[in-house]
């Protein structure tokens, strides 16, 4: 025998590692396959330090009506044993529903245009509900193909505590203690109140309304009004024109949506952009909005819509704008908007507060 002849226990080793070879490959791209599959189905929500987030409670992600009756008449037990009965029952949308879903529609747009970038909205359920009724929840979320991947249910206790461990811009919730709470906190907050009308929103473009002070600014200038008057207010805000006014807790976001918005304007998406923002205030621009202006200005902060209403109401401007929120201090605003059907978030920070606590407590406090 020639002694380059072949020994058959070499070919059939070299054949196996072959196949072993071959196996790992077809396994590397069933595996490629599979998360490019479950990516394309479920983007993974960006890394904390990186988003936007915005918590928002199951009782404004949902219609939670019914199951808050039972809670307040009947008590927790039964609750979750209802929650736990039904949690196959798909529960309705809340007034955060349509702002969430436009959230992930700018957050799809952003991955289309900058698929490495995690500056993004990130979606957290903060919950004081039970555990147990974390199923229903979950059930819910994935039956509208929502994309919240974290959760925090605290069984029974406020989740306040909680808002700056999960880096929280934006807490969302229909207990207005808890906001109150998380304002205290130095955290950006609203109560949520749905419309009273059923007005249908475009997920397609986010459209979020502001009040200008104390909510985009400080409450400086309500407290001159309250104190000392319109007359006196008017030549506060002339002899401070070219001062800007100091910040109120919902800047932040402000700030956020329209860092967002600029990266749409550099790839030239200035036209289609799916964010757009509004200032509805009940100032006059001739007598105290230059003040205002020169103010985003400073903060280099760019406001799509400015509507200076001089006192009249907001909400008929606010039907038409058709927000999928829009924040105030003032509860007869937030009124005025749930009467033409906008859903609207009521910040409770400044002066402001002093004059409307009684409303808080009354008919419109979430039940």
Known sequence: MSGSQEQ???????AGEEE?????QDWEAAKAAYESFTSLR???PPKPQN??????????????????????EQGVEKYVEYQQANENLTLKPGPAFSFVKALEHVNARLRELYPEDEDLFDIVLMTNNHAQVG????????HYGLLIE???MTGGKSPVGYLKAYLTNLY?????????EAIEAGIAAATLFTGNKNVPHDDKQLRVAFDGDAVLFSDESEIIVKEHGLDRFFEHEKMNENKPLAQGPLKGFLEDLGRLQKKFHTKNERLDSPIRTFLVTARSAAS???RVLKTLRSWGVQIDEALFLAGAPKGPVLAKISPHIFFDDQMFHIEGARQMGTVAAHVPYGIGQKYHKSKVRDSLAPK
């Not at 969302?172 to 109150?180: F, I």
């Open 150 to 152: 974290r959760f925090c």
């Open 51 to 72: 988003a936007i987030t915005i918590a928002v409670s199951s009782r404004v992600l949902f219609d939670m009506v019914e199951e808050r009756k039972i809670y307040e």
């Open 8 to 14: 058959p226990g070499a070919a059939k080793g070299e």
């Open 172 to 180: 969302l919730s229909a207990d207005s203690e808890k906001v109150q």
């Open 135 to 142: 199923v229903r929840l979950i059930n819910s979320i994935n």
């Open 20 to 24: 072993v070879a071959g196996a790992e």
């Open 288 to 290: 105290s909005g230059a």
């Open 42 to 44: 479920r983007p993974r």
